[in-house]
């Protein structure tokens, strides 16, 4: 309401001004008019005449201040050779120079200062009151001057530092706005991540699991129920995950969660499914386990499982076994994951240290399901959030290999 208030008495200046001048104006008209009535021969209608032409200018004061002040100025000027004398309504030349301060540049300010204190002291020098030994009243009617015109710079410098303030504040909200929205893409870019790690490994597997189960539904119904077996767990794990990763998008963020965020205790759970799906692994951990953060915790998981699904995808049926290391050094997680398969496709994306060599084959892990090389851009995104690398290619033997680092740091642990 206060901020309605002041916006609509800054859009009315005039009006403002106005009103605030009509009392003023009419107690020194009002008091004019009796003398007048009582004796028309004295001054009293010039001072009428001179009251009007000091206060009605401070209508237009805020709008027309240099202006203003001029006008008001000459008036005086006129009055002090007039036989008229000060008056109450002088003070108007008070207020226009309150004004000028206030809202003019500071060479005008000093100008009107100047212009003031001079036309008082003509004006005392030339009273009949008041003699060249008199500093008393010139100092009281000095300071008087020196309090409207400091009282404006004040004023001026208060409005620019308000001033400053709000566009301070819409700065703050400007630059708010903007890491929100960051926050925003970064969240979504998250979450695409995350659908896209749990989607294609776990599809990756039920469909190899489905295609074995066609084959085998005949010869072998065992084995064929015990895959379907694995494709109903498959698809209830990758329920949950999605679950949870679309959890966040659910109104309320105090909301329950369905699991926890899986870490490197869940990998051997990815590395057992891949065995299921006819895929032999092996799995060693080096090293003592040491407590990290979830975020290091999912990164590591992560990398595991895309590795896997791309070997599971791309290693071939000449793959003889594959290779899958976690080993905790004093520095740094390594992860490692290596296959002797032949993959059928080209690498689509290495890091810069392991270009792989014109006419060289790709192995397992080569490319993603979609053929964009969008899994192991996840990686290298996903590691390189906590300083850590991955390096990805065909190995000299044969085979492909993904290899991750993440340092440990007394933060993360």
């Known amino acids: 309401m206060l901020d309605k208030v002041r916006k609509w008495l800054g859009e009315h200046v005039v009006l403002v001004d106005t009103i605030s001048v009509a009392p003023f104006l009419s107690l020194a008209v009002g008091s004019y008019l009796g003398a007048i009535a009582a004796d028309p021969s004295n001054t009293s209608l010039l001072r009428v005449a001179f009251a009007v032409a000091l206060l009605l200018p401070l209508v237009l004061r805020r709008t027309l201040p240099m202006t203003v002040f001029t006008v008001i100025a000459v008036v005086a000027a006129m009055q002090m050779v007039s036989p008229v004398g000060l008056i109450v309504a002088d003070l108007a030349l008070l207020v226009a120079l309150y004004t000028v301060a206030a809202r003019?540049?500071?060479?005008?300010?000093v100008a009107a200062l100047v212009m003031v204190e001079a036309g008082f002291l003509v004006a005392l020098l030339r009273s009949e009151y008041v003699g060249w030994d008199d500093w008393d009243t010139f100092a009281l009617y000095t300071c008087l001057i020196l309090l409207f015109w400091v009282v404006g710079l004040y004023v001026k410098a208060r409005r620019r530092h308000f001033a400053?303030?709000?566009?301070?504040?819409?700065?703050?909200?400007?630059?708010?706005?903007?890491?929100?929205?960051?926050?925003v893409a970064e969240e979504r870019e998250r979450i695409a991540r995350e659908m896209h790690d749990v989607v294609a490994?776990?599809?990756s597997v039920m469909v190899v699991q489905a295609e074995g189960a066609t084959?085998?539904?005949?010869?072998?119904?065992?084995?064929?129920?015990?895959?379907?077996?694995?494709?109903?767990a498959t698809g209830r794990s990758a329920l949950a995950e999605v679950r949870e990763i679309l959890g966040v998008l659910r109104e309320g963020g105090d909301e329950e969660e369905y699991a926890p965020r899986p870490g490197l205790e869940q990998v051997e759970q990815v590395v057992e499914r891949v065995r299921e799906a006819g895929l032999p692994v092996e799995f060693t951990v080096d090293g003592p386990r040491r407590g990290l953060s979830a975020g290091v915790e999912l990164a590591a998981y992560r990398v595991v499982q895309e590795a896997l699904t791309n070997t599971l995808r791309h290693a071939g049926p000449e793959v003889g076994r594959v290779l899958v290391r976690v080993r905790y050094g004093e520095d740094a997680l390594e992860l490692s994951v290596r296959d002797d398969g032949r993959g059928g496709g080209s690498v689509a994306e290495v890091?810069?240290?392991?270009?792989?060599?014109?006419g060289s084959e790709a192995g397992s892990g080569a490319v993603d399901g979609?053929?964009?090389?969008?899994?192991?851009?996840?990686m290298r995104e996903r590691v390189s959030v906590y300083g850590g690398s991955v390096r990805a290619g065909p190995r000299a033997d044969g085979g492909f290999e993904v290899v991750a680092s993440l340092p440990l740091r007394s933060d993360t642990g």
């Open 104 to 109: 003019g540049d500071p060479v005008r300010a």
């Open 164 to 183: 400053g303030l709000e566009e301070r504040t819409r700065w703050l909200e400007r630059e708010r706005d903007a890491r929100a929205r960051v926050a």
């Open 201 to 203: 490994h776990n599809l």
């Open 215 to 232: 084959y085998a539904i005949d010869q072998d119904p065992a084995r064929a129920k015990n895959a379907l077996g694995t494709i109903a």
């Open 351 to 358: 890091e810069p240290e392991v270009e792989p060599e014109a």
């Open 370 to 378: 979609d053929g964009g090389g969008h899994g192991l851009i996840g």
